[in-house]
């Protein structure tokens, strides 16, 4: 158990880097298995987001490449030591982030290799000698077809979001992966839920892994304050334009598909609100713009569906508006984790029209506890 940041098995450097990123006490799952993690133990953590997950596996990771007396940093040696795995190109991009923000004082170089980019720069950054890997699954898998890169010098692989991971059918992109890692390589498995198909990976990769739970399974974060509207289809608008006129706050709202993501922001932008939209349709630099801008507070609202939502990490979001339900009580609990995360607290409020009843009655099964309503 590593109950503070002071812990002796952190490096001076680290402690630095932390104080620095403002963390002042690890977060449950942190105090769990940071520790673990810098014994060298398989790890497999039930984490949802907004536990400070990344900075649970991060922070050990860096340690074991520099950290002084790491057996890892006497390896030494061309190529990358650590791959990071992420389902969405948003994860990956935050997940890179927060490795640059604790690990670049010490040295530790990333690259993040994802779809939607061209290959030019991604083979410069691979050309740099990075340490960190942070990858989607199908394009690291694309970088090993043309022989870019190979993972025969890496000391530690992190599957994070494995359930997502699977459900995107990344499956067999994964497997074939960590097949052409090194067998002795340390390997950290995080997910938000734990399937059969989370099971059955972590059976067949992972090595007497030590297994972690970050309270409860799949439960948003107790902070959450979760409001229930009945409204019909037309009504959302309306709704969502009262709602956004009454309060104050950053505002992240998510629709069933990206037409509807379009046309919500188109009516919130003529009600004078400062919108934005994140969704698959959406170019590269155009989804940067929009996180980019939507984290600096340049728009107060974001329109988004859950695919690329996925992996938002804006500390500041005071309400998370599910425009249309989600389609599953595990979409229902990401979605809503994106308020409220670490030490804010926040608010969530869902709009269920009458088609979406069905849904309604699946989430609130999960949860063990009626959405209070309006
Ligand atoms: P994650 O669950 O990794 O998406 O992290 C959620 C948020 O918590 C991020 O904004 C982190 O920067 C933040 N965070 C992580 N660890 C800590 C900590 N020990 N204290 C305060 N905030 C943290």
Known sequence: MLCTFKDPRLTLAMRDAIARAGYSTPTPIQVQVIGPILEGRDLIGCAQTGTGKTAAFAIPTIELLVGADSRLAKLGGAGPRALVLAPTRELALQTAETFDMLGRAQGVKTVVLIGGESMGPQLAGLQRR???????????????????????????????????????????????????????????????????????????????????????????????????????????TPLLL???????????????????????????????HRVTRLHADRSMSQRREALDGFRSGRYRVLIATDIAARGIDVPEIAHVVNFDMPHTAEDYIHRIGRTARAEASGRATSFAAPEEHEQLRAIERHLGHPVPRN
């Open 242 to 272: 009262r709602l956004l006129g009454e309060e104050r706050g950053q505002t992240l709202v998510f629709t069933r598909t990206k037409h509807r993501a379009d046309r919500v922001a188109r009516a919130v932008g003529a009600a004078g």
């Open 130 to 236: 990075p340490d960190v890997i942070i990858a989607t699954p199908g394009r690291l898998f694309d970088h090993l077809e043309r022989r870019s890169l190979g993972l025969g010098t890496l000391r530690i692989v992190v599957l994070d979001e494995a359930d997502r991971m699977l459900d995107m059918g990344f499956a067999p992109q994964v497997e074939r992966i960590l097949r052409v890692t090194p067998l002795d390589r340390q390997t950290l498995c995080f997910s938000a839920t734990m399937p059969t198909e989370v099971e059955t990976l972590v059976r067949r990769h992972l090595v007497r892994p030590v297994r972690v739970d970050a309270g409860v399974i799949a439960k948003p974060v107790a902070k959450v304050t979760q409001m229930l509207y009945k409204a019909a289809t037309q009504e959302k």
